[in-house]
């Protein structure tokens, strides 16, 4: 993923004033708009601007990005930790439906691209939104959790600072990752100008000890002997529900992948488990494990190579 440096992008210092924010923007934002720009680049230079003030001019947003610190150095790819970006809660939606990056999204999350109420209309500005790692658990079984948000403001003094609230929010069985969670009238307080807003709720999956998750499926690299991917054998793997023996046909091979129909997450329809197999190769350490793999050698002529042309 390309790292999005937004201040570079702006042509501000990483301690620029909201004023001064605002005052390159406009100077920008007329010197690339294509409509009036004879610069080559210039729709992409415009679109880039526009999303790094989305994030500059506000200070949730801002605050989030800083953690970020510098990125990573000329030529290298930015790799996002797996929480990066959760925990934070951001009032509103962004202006430009569809037109952010990957990293922005990334950090933001999906309803910061503005889809506010559903999924196809916008929310209005009492809304806010966030983004929760959840642990798989929750969405397998249903049920509630603890979460902390942090949102940033800016105080008296000028300067952004975070407070926390902590809200217990149940989570609907099934709920797969992008998916959101609705929260009535936990967005903006109502006021003579409007009604409350609501809070939702973006999920995303922590790692998983045993699974990698692939939108209602479960992936199980699943570790087989030899002899049990060779000549077949019926192994105990978990799953969701519980320890269950899986048949391995005899002539498997690693990267074969195995489908446990309805053991995924249980959602509407239930996913699928699937056991990638990887063969383990027991490791040679006494003369009796090594005159074993002397004797395979001998009585099976086998060239891994072969398909090189060596």
Do not use: C
């Not at 729709?43 to 510098?70: I, S, T």
């Not at 509407?268 to 197999?277: C, E, H, I, R, V």
């Amino acid at each position: 993923m390309e790292f999005k440096d937004y201040y570079k992008i702006m042509g501000v210092a990483r301690d620029a004033t909201e004023a001064q924010i605002k005052t390159a923007y406009r100077k920008l934002a007329r010197k690339f708009h294509p409509d009036v720009s004879k610069e080559k680049d210039a729709e992409a230079r415009f679109k880039d601007l526009g999303e790094a003030y989305e994030v500059l001019k506000n200070p949730e947003k801002r605050a989030a990005y800083d953690q970020l610190g510098q990125g990573p150095r000329p030529g290298e790819q930015f790799r996002p930790p797996p929480d990066w970006g959760s925990g934070f809660e951001f009032s509103g939606a962004g202006d430009q439906d569809g037109a952010y990056s990957d990293f922005f999204e990334s950090l933001f999350g999906r309803q910061a691209r503005g889809q506010g109420r559903g999924p196809f209309g916008r929310g209005h500005s009492a809304d806010h939104h966030a983004r929760v790692l959840l642990d798989l658990d929750a969405s397998l079984q249903g049920g509630q959790r603890a979460f902390t948000l942090r949102v940033p403001a800016v105080n008296a003094e000028g300067h952004v600072e975070s407070k926390e609230r902590t809200l217990n929010v149940q989570i609907p069985k099934g709920i797969l990752a992008g998916q959101t969670i609705r929260l009535p009238g936990q967005g903006t307080p109502a006021s003579e100008q409007g009604p409350a807003g609501d809070l939702f709720i973006e999920v995303e999956f922590q790692p998983h000890r045993y699974y990698r998750i692939d939108g209602r499926d479960l992936i199980l690299t699943l570790p087989v002997a030899p002899w049990e991917a060779s000549l077949g054998a019926s192994v105990a793997i978990p799953t969701p529900g519980g320890t269950v023996q899986l048949k391995i046909p005899p002539g498997s091979h690693s990267g074969s992948k195995l489908r446990l129909r309805g053991r995924g997450i249980p959602a509407t329809p239930p996913g699928d488990l699937y056991a990638l197999l990887e063969i383990a190769l027991p490791p040679a350490t006494d003369d009796k494990a090594k005159a074993a793999y002397l004797a395979m050698a001998a009585a099976m002529p086998f060239n891994p190579r072969a398909n090189l042309g060596v």
